[in-house]
């Protein structure tokens, strides 16, 4: 199997060094691009066109969060991780509602950074600890009862399905309490995706939540 290519966007030289030389040396790894602004790494990716975008969250002319906006929508088949000092719900669910598949602290060790890129390239979603649990804090706060975008594409199942997603539920705790199998319970969730235009469970917590 190939390497993942992964493109480093930081605006502090001396981390982006750091971080080339840590994962240099994993051969299931190559770092192909850097960036110091998210406007170097947009006209970055197109050219060397990278599985993986390591991004912080705070830079000059184009942050993290809005840079992932930009990839979601120009390069849909960048996956893109946060790798951020910060913690707070604006970068996290930000970056997360913008399309990003993981957001990290810089403090994370160097064998989970490694292991959130491979799965990052396998389109699997990473989150710290931290990050993972002010999100399941946030979602699991209230109940959604009110109407989002897009609600009426949803069948009445499928809604169903949908808002116990946004209240943290796993499938198997949506198949027990709806009486369905998990497999159906993932056919709902992919179909509510679809038809939402979202990209993954976590996406439709946060849409349903209007975060």
């Known amino acids: ?30 770092i192909v691009g850097e960036a110091a602004d998210g406007v170097a790494a947009l006209a970055a990716v197109g050219e060397i066109r990278p599985d993986v975008a390591l991004v912080d ?22 996956a893109a991780i946060v790798l951020s000092t910060f913690d707070e719900d604006e970068y996290i669910f930000g970056a997360l509602r913008g399309g990003a598949v993981g957001y990290l602290l810089k403090d994370c060790s160097p ?16 989150l710290s600890s931290p990050a993972a649990a002010r999100l399941v804090a946030n979602l699991r706060r209230e109940p959604v009862h009110g109407a989002f975008p897009g609600q009426e594409l949803l069948s009445a199942r499928e809604l169903e399905v949908a808002r116990l ?15 369905i199998t998990e497999g159906t319970v993932k056919n709902h969730v992919s179909s509510a995706l679809r038809k939402l235009g979202l990209r993954d469970r976590t996406q439709l917590a946060l849409h349903l939540k209007g975060l």
């Open 1 to 30: 199997m190939r390497a993942v290519r992964v493109l480093l966007v930081d605006d502090q030289e001396l981390m982006r060094q750091g971080l080339r030389k840590l994962l240099a040396i994993e051969e299931s790894i190559e």
């Open 57 to 78: 969250a705070r830079m000059p002319r184009m942050d993290g969060v809005a840079l992932i906006h930009r990839l979601t929508v120009e390069h849909p088949s960048v």
């Open 111 to 126: 064998d989970e950074l490694v292991a959130a890129i491979l799965r990052a390239s396998r389109g699997e979603i990473v």
């Open 165 to 179: 997603v946004a209240a943290g539920a796993t499938n198997r705790e949506i198949a027990t309490q709806l009486f």
